[in-house]
């Protein structure tokens, strides 16, 4: 197993816990890829797609949530 595929893993169970959270607000997150650098790519569904907020839900919540679980995640981007 590479450290990408662990890190794949580790981001996967990671969006299972906080995905709860988006959903009882209407919306949804799917992950896209991992990247070796530690980028995250994302794409926000349902009515986080169109909310003003989603950035700051990206950033604020998404990416600082899976910082604290994956500590080699850098940064969490949507595509």
Do not use: H, W, Y
């Not at 890190?7 to 992950?31: C, H, N, T």
């Not at 569904?45 to 919540?61: E, N, R």
Request: net charge negative; hydrophobic share 35%; proline share 4%.
């Amino acid at each position: 197993m590479t450290e990408t595929t662990t890190m794949l893993e580790k981001v996967k169970s990671a969006l299972e816990e906080i995905r709860p959270k988006l959903q009882a607000d209407g919306g949804d997150i799917e992950l896209v890829d991992v990247q070796d650098d530690g980028t995250v790519n994302v794409r926000l569904k349902g009515a986080c797609s169109g909310c003003p907020f989603a950035v700051q839900t990206l950033k604020q919540g998404v990416e600082v949530f899976l910082k604290e679980r994956v500590p080699s995640v850098k940064t969490v981007k949507s595509v």
